[in-house]
């Protein structure tokens, strides 16, 4: 009954180090999404995918990649971190079948990665 | 622009009492409006609503949309030190991917 599940969950990076950040579900959800949460400024949609091998952009992806080469992981690449990373990034995933979006599924989310960059 | 505004931003109660956080919405395509709550980690699931005046009810907790006016409410009747956390509201917009636009959230304290 895992979930979605993230590691690490804590991180503190240098300035221009890069890291992954690991997401995994295991109920077989096609459309998976990154967030970040910062204070004063709610979720906000980094990436996201409707199945494996299809991603793309949501409202703040710069500075960040991914890939999504199976239905069940879902990394986070930051190539070179910067201060303005620092942030709790939530995974969240939800039901969605042959690359159609379940719209009646909500998201579920996993329990967060919290990233400093000093 | 789209944006979810929730009210109050926090509040503090008593254990028992009754409480209703407000969430309004301007969004160009209405799809859904979502509640989460927040303790400290992952934020869990507790409603969705597409259909105005049909309330949703899980156990203390109830909700119901006004897709006329633009808002929901989420009520939590005789409230529990373990309903203190953050309450999130979401819309849906109606597009070709899961585009959710959140408010910031009602942080609710009950205290004993």
């Known amino acids: 009954n895992a979930g979605v599940t993230q590691t690490p969950k804590f991180q503190v990076l240098k300035t221009g180090q890069s890291m992954t950040l690991q997401c995994a579900q295991d109920m077989n959800h096609e459309y998976m999404s990154w967030y970040r949460q910062d204070p004063g400024m709610g979720l906000r949609l980094i990436h996201y995918s409707v199945g494996a091998g299809i991603t793309d952009q949501g409202e703040v992806p710069n500075g960040y990649n991914v890939s999504r080469s199976t239905t069940e992981d879902f990394p986070l690449r930051l190539l070179s971190a910067a201060p303005s990373q620092t942030s709790v990034y939530f995974c969240?995933?939800?039901?969605?079948?042959?690359?159609?979006?379940?719209?009646?599924?909500?998201?579920?989310f996993g329990n967060g990665t919290r990233l400093t960059v000093t | 622009e789209d944006k979810v505004v929730q009210s109050p931003l926090s509040l503090v109660v008593h254990e028992g009492d009754t409480v209703t956080l407000n969430c309004s919405y301007e969004?160009?395509?209405?799809?859904?409006l979502l509640w989460y709550k927040q303790e400290k980690k992952a934020p869990t699931f507790l409603f969705m609503l597409?259909?105005s005046g049909i309330e949703k009810k899980s156990g203390r907790l109830s909700s119901i949309l006004d897709k006329k006016e633009l808002f929901s409410i989420l009520n939590i009747t005789a409230t529990q030190t373990g309903d203190s956390a953050v309450y999130l509201c979401?819309?849906?917009?109606?597009?070709?991917?899961?585009?959710?636009?959140w408010g910031l959230g009602t942080s609710l304290a009950v205290n004993p």
């Open positions: 969240a995933s939800s039901y969605s079948s042959g690359g159609t979006i379940s719209y009646n599924s909500p998201l579920h």
């Open positions: 597409t259909s």
């Open positions: 979401a819309v849906e917009n109606a597009g070709n991917n899961r585009k959710l636009i």
């Open positions: 969004v160009t395509n209405f799809r859904s």
